[in-house]
């Protein structure tokens, strides 16, 4: 359905509705939050990023948008379907609000870096000063959301292993992306890193987010491998 | 503001390095058994020397953001909507907290492990000793450890003073020493492996956190009803 997102966008709202039922579904049948493993977090993600392409839609009309939106989620979901799901039941010390907080809300904010990057990527082809305000509206939520689940899992961490922080490589490139996105908002303020410089930042912050989130959990050794 | 955006720059360039660094040396593996202070002392300049740059960086930002929170307080005290200006320094204040946090923590953390099987008892660092009761143990159909629960008692000079009980995702405090279920076992015999642990950073951490979602969610709203007034 996303597919066809590239040609018209209504697509892209059929697929969500589609997705989100599937979510659902998938909640229902295992009776937990489905966003353990590739498969579930793959098409969360995809959802989210196509959810918040809404309201930008609203105020960001230019077709490429949601062919970007179309594109980043087809590609999401079809690497999601490849996964094979997790079924098995939760481990206990999964089975607590602060890890369905800590999941939830850093792939919304996954979702809306997406945003960011793609807008930076509208930005760079048709030059439009007021692409800078909304790339920046996604970026600052997406932060908001990321360090709020980075709270909610240090509380997680304290309360299952005694420590908030643990240096492994994952939570190293999560602080990596939190700092990335620091930069971002800290850059925003400096006349001479707007326009190019900031769009840059966000695409290649959508880089570092993807690598953190697969790319670590897939190749290297950490608490947080699938 | 300058300082902040190149600090923040050598920051990220440094932990992407020592991230490289991390997945291909065996001495990280062990590096929370002890402070990580005095971990990093133990180790050679060759996988730590990151891990130096970026703690004084840390202190370069954390002084640089001090100073700006509080330039900033100074020249717009007199703005109408302060809230919008103290929002950010509320945040920055959640920052410095969390980075106090890592201090005292890489200064004054402990950690042991024991393992213990029902009816064994361990001395505690204040000499009393616990007695690890009951571990329970549910697996469902298929072998898959689904929940667990572990009766303990504390004991001083052979009598028992309270008992307690362990569970996912709640450990029992003694002390200022958090007791955890780290590992379980249901053959040959039930036993688990309780890790001991101070975390001295622990409640800095969480005021940190909680400025830090204050000033988030602040900031966010009031952002949000500029947007919404000005339309």
Same mark, same amino acid.
């Given at each position: 359905?996303?597919?066809?997102?590239?040609?018209?966008?209504?697509?892209?709202?059929?697929?969500?509705?589609?997705?989100?039922?599937?979510?659902?579904?998938?909640?229902?049948?295992?009776?937990?939050?489905?966003?353990?493993?590739?498969?579930?977090?793959?098409?969360?993600?995809?959802?989210?990023?196509?959810?918040?392409?809404?309201?930008?839609?609203?105020?960001?009309?230019?077709?490429?948008?949601?062919?970007? +939106?179309? *594109?980043?989620?087809?590609?999401?979901?079809?690497?999601? &379907? !490849?996964?094979?799901? $997790?079924?098995? @039941? %939760?481990?206990?010390?999964?089975?607590?609000?602060?890890?369905?907080?800590?999941?939830?809300?850093?792939?919304?904010?996954?979702?809306?870096?997406?945003?960011?990057?793609?807008?930076?990527?509208?930005?760079?082809?048709?030059?439009?000063?007021?692409?800078?305000?909304?790339?920046?509206?996604?970026?600052?939520?997406?932060?908001?959301?990321?360090?709020?689940?980075?709270?909610?899992?240090?509380?997680?961490?304290?309360?299952?292993?005694?420590?908030?922080?643990?240096?492994?490589?994952?939570?190293?490139?999560?602080?990596? +992306?939190? *700092?990335?996105?620091?930069?971002?908002?800290?850059?925003? &303020? !400096?006349?001479?890193? $707007?326009?190019? @410089? %900031?769009?840059?930042?966000?695409?290649?912050?959508?880089?570092?987010?993807?690598?953190?989130?697969?790319?670590?959990?897939?190749?290297?050794?950490?608490?947080?491998?699938? | 503001?300058?300082?902040?955006?190149?600090?923040?720059?050598?920051?990220?360039?440094?932990?992407?390095?020592?991230?490289?660094?991390?997945?291909?040396?065996?001495?990280?593996?062990?590096?929370?058994?002890?402070?990580?202070?005095?971990?990093?002392?133990?180790?050679?300049?060759?996988?730590?020397?990151?891990?130096?740059?970026?703690?004084?960086?840390?202190?370069?930002?954390?002084?640089?953001?001090?100073?700006?929170?509080?330039?900033?307080?100074?020249?717009?005290?007199?703005?109408?909507?302060?809230?919008?200006?103290?929002?950010?320094?509320?945040?920055?204040?959640?920052?410095?907290?969390?980075?106090?946090?890592?201090?005292?923590?890489?200064?004054?953390?402990?950690?042991?492990?024991?393992?213990?099987?029902?009816?064994?008892?361990?001395?505690?660092?204040?000499?009393?000793?616990?007695?690890?009761?009951?571990?329970?143990?549910?697996?469902?159909?298929?072998?898959?450890?689904?929940?667990?629960?572990?009766?303990?008692?504390?004991?001083?000079?052979?009598?028992?003073?309270?008992?307690?009980?362990?569970?996912?995702?709640?450990?029992?405090?003694?002390?200022?020493?958090?007791?955890?279920?780290?590992?379980?076992?249901?053959?040959?015999?039930?036993?688990?492996?309780?890790?001991?642990?101070?975390?001295?950073?622990?409640?800095?951490?969480?005021?940190?956190?909680?400025?830090?979602?204050?000033?988030?969610?602040?900031?966010?709203?009031?952002?949000?009803?500029?947007?919404?007034?000005?339309?």
């Amino acid at each position: 359905m996303y597919f066809f997102g590239l040609w018209k966008r209504v697509f892209l709202y059929a697929g969500l509705v589609l997705q989100s039922v599937y979510i659902l579904s998938r909640g229902l049948t295992l009776g937990r939050l489905p966003l353990v493993g590739p498969h579930d977090t793959l098409i969360f993600l995809s959802a989210s990023v196509v959810a918040f392409f809404i309201p930008f839609s609203a105020f960001i009309k230019a077709d490429v948008f949601s062919r970007g +939106v179309a *594109l980043v989620s087809v590609a999401f979901t079809a690497s999601g &379907l !490849v996964a094979s799901p $997790n079924n098995a @039941p %939760l481990p206990a010390v999964l089975k607590t609000l602060w890890f369905e907080l800590h999941v939830v809300l850093a792939f919304l904010s996954y979702g809306l870096f997406g945003i960011g990057a793609i807008i930076g990527h509208i930005y760079f082809r048709e030059k439009d000063v007021s692409l800078e305000g909304m790339q920046y509206r996604a970026i600052l939520i997406g932060y908001c959301l990321f360090s709020l689940s980075m709270i909610f899992g240090g509380i997680w961490a304290y309360l299952a292993w005694g420590t908030y922080w643990l240096w492994t490589p994952k939570e190293l490139w999560t602080s990596i +992306v939190w *700092l990335f996105y620091g930069l971002y908002l800290h850059a925003r &303020l !400096v006349q001479r890193w $707007n326009g190019p @410089p %900031l769009a840059l930042l966000s695409m290649a912050g959508f880089i570092v987010v993807i690598f953190t989130y697969l790319g670590v959990s897939l190749l290297m050794k950490s608490s947080h491998t699938f | 503001m300058k300082t902040a955006v190149w600090l923040l720059c050598l920051l990220t360039l440094f932990f992407f390095v020592g991230a490289i660094i991390m997945s291909h040396e065996e001495a990280f593996q062990n590096m929370h058994a002890v402070p990580l202070f005095k971990w990093m002392v133990s180790q050679t300049a060759s996988v730590t020397w990151w891990l130096w740059i970026s703690a004084m960086l840390l202190v370069l930002l954390s002084a640089n953001t001090l100073f700006c929170s509080v330039d900033s307080i100074v020249k717009k005290r007199k703005a109408i909507k302060w809230l919008l200006l103290i929002s950010p320094q509320i945040i920055h204040a959640g920052f410095l907290c969390m980075l106090l946090a890592h201090l005292f923590s890489s200064v004054g953390a402990f950690k042991s492990f024991e393992v213990a099987m029902e009816g064994r008892l361990f001395t505690l660092p204040d000499n009393s000793e616990l007695e690890v009761r009951q571990i329970n143990l549910s697996i469902d159909p298929y072998g898959h450890l689904v929940d667990w629960r572990v009766d303990v008692a504390y004991l001083v000079n052979g009598k028992m003073v309270g008992q307690d009980l362990l569970l996912p995702n709640k450990p029992i405090f003694r002390n200022g020493i958090g007791f955890y279920v780290r590992d379980l076992r249901a053959l040959p015999y039930r036993m688990i492996l309780v890790e001991l642990s101070r975390e001295p950073g622990a409640p800095w951490a969480l005021v940190g956190g909680i400025l830090f979602m204050v000033g988030t969610l602040t900031l966010l709203a009031l952002k949000m009803r500029r947007e919404t007034d000005e339309a």
